[in-house]
């Protein structure tokens, strides 16, 4: 009797056993993975990893090359020492977003909001969405002053002088067709690589003239430091390393995702030696006297029309790179694809909604042509956020503190501090400026 027993209890465990396995099995599958299974994007015709440098280097060079030595006048040469900071700790940043990727063990996030609302909920990911926003849309309108601006004084003394807003808005159109056509991060790379070859020639062209110039600026005055407009200009060069809400697609575009660490590494590096290159060389020639942008310093002759028609020509391509960052958000959002709606009707929906967009970015820009208190502004308000900020509380959120040794924890912190101070005071300022310049009877 007691062998029948243990015989039938052997035969009872080993069918659940089984029965176990087959619902593990089902529970996987229902759940999309196996075990160990990651969900990562489709990587099938991602690009190469030098390609993703490209995008980096020409979405975040071009801003901080026009403001940078504004910045020093601003705040003083102690400038530097920030710039090297904010070089620091936006790659550590960028690293820890696209980290915050892939936090859910299960599949790769797309976006911003996702990473957000992964760590705060739905709340927490309407308010990232908000300033992902703001950076998205406030980039182009940026470029499309500043672009509008440049055509006006290129064509100064001749029939096409038709005024700065009349070019902003044919400056518009003219980024209109690859902003609608070039569908997602991968197809707009070798617009980037266009955007870093002008980027090379406006310092070779800003060295080499303020070096020419510089017998003629005599007694020019240089601060160590400016209290007062300290977080304007801490403001302003946070700005110039604003570039991580186009990141999650522009890895997402990348064969070798692994690469992402050295690939932001190398492309910020980049960008910070041409900022201390035109920083520099701008501010110690010109010093409180240099202009913003830059070149708006330079003597009139073959060299400045050269800086500007290169710097247009850089601003104009990296408008479609932040739109299309943009874009590629609402449409994750709102699940356009051609899966669900069919090639035409998607291209179709995808154009419509584009259009959209770069209508209302241009009229805010013709309503507020002021190029230097925008860049404080928006890089006050929404790359102090985007780029210091909310990396550092959703990878400590998502993560946990507790794991972390002290030193991380108090760099984290520094971070934190830093992007809070740019984004209080240096918002404040950039407000009261752009008050008084519109009160200006002579602003319109």
């Known amino acids: 009797m007691n062998e029948i027993e243990k015989k039938t209890d052997m035969i009872e465990l080993k069918d659940f056993e089984n029965r176990s396995d087959v619902a593990s099995n089902e529970l996987d ?3 999309g993975s196996d075990k160990g299974e990651f969900i990562d994007v489709n990587r099938t015709h991602a690009g190469s990893s030098f390609m993703a440098y490209l995008n980096v280097v020409c979405v975040v060079v071009g801003t901080g090359i026009l403001g940078l030595p504004a910045a020093l006048k601003q ?6 020492l920030i710039l090297c900071l904010a070089w620091f700790m936006s790659i550590y940043t960028s690293v820890l977003l696209i980290r915050c990727l892939y936090a859910n063990g299960t599949h790769r996030l797309h976006t911003y909001k996702e990473i957000a609302t992964l760590a705060f909920g739905k709340i927490g990911g309407w308010i990232a969405f908000f300033f992902n926003a703001w950076i998205l849309l406030g980039g182009p309108i940026l470029y499309i002053v500043l672009s509008g601006q440049n055509m ?3 064509c100064h003394g001749t029939v096409a002088e038709i005024g700065a807003v009349n070019w902003s808005i044919i400056c518009a159109a003219s980024v209109a067709i690859p902003f ?13 690589a266009l955007g870093v070859v002008v980027i090379f020639i406006v310092v070779f062209v800003v060295l080499i003239m303020s070096a020419i110039d510089k017998p003629n600026q005599i007694g020019m005055h240089h601060d160590v430091v400016v209290w007062d407009m300290f977080p304007v200009a801490l403001a302003t060069i946070s700005f110039s390393f604003g570039g991580n809400v186009t990141y999650p697609h522009v890895e997402a575009a990348m064969k070798k995702p692994k690469q992402w660490p050295m690939v932001v ?3 910020l590096t980049t960008c910070a030696a041409l900022y201390f290159i035109v920083a520099v060389s701008g501010y110690l020639v010109y010093g409180t006297n240099v202009a913003s942008p830059v070149y708006n310093s330079i003597p009139d002759g073959v060299g400045k029309t050269i800086a500007v028609v ?6 104009l391509v990296t408008v479609p790179i932040y739109a299309t960052s943009f874009c590629l958000d609402i449409e994750n959002m709102y699940d356009i694809t051609v899966e669900r709606y069919g090639k035409v009707k998607e291209f179709i929906i995808r ?6 967009i770069l209508v209302v970015v241009t009229v805010i820009a013709c309503t507020v042509p002021y190029f230097d208190i925008l860049m404080s502004l928006i890089g006050a308000f929404g790359n ?3 780029v210091f900020i909310f990396p550092v509380i959703f990878y400590l959120k998502i993560t946990g503190f507790r794991n972390k040794p002290i030193y991380e924890l108090a760099w984290c912190a520094l971070i934190f501090l830093l992007g809070i101070v740019g984004l209080v005071f240096g918002t404040m300022e950039a407000i009261k400026q752009l008050i008084a310049e519109v009160a200006k009877p002579t602003a319109l």
């Open 310 to 315: 290169v710097i247009t020509i850089n601003v």
């Open 152 to 154: 006006n004084q290129l």
């Open 29 to 31: 599958s229902e759940l």
């Open 351 to 356: 154009a419509s909604i584009r259009i959209t």
């Open 265 to 267: 590494a190398a492309g």
């Open 75 to 80: 705040g003083g040469w102690i400038g530097l």
């Open 180 to 192: 609608i056509l070039l569908k997602d991060m991968k197809d707009v790379s070798w617009i980037s």
């Open 384 to 386: 102090c956020t985007l």
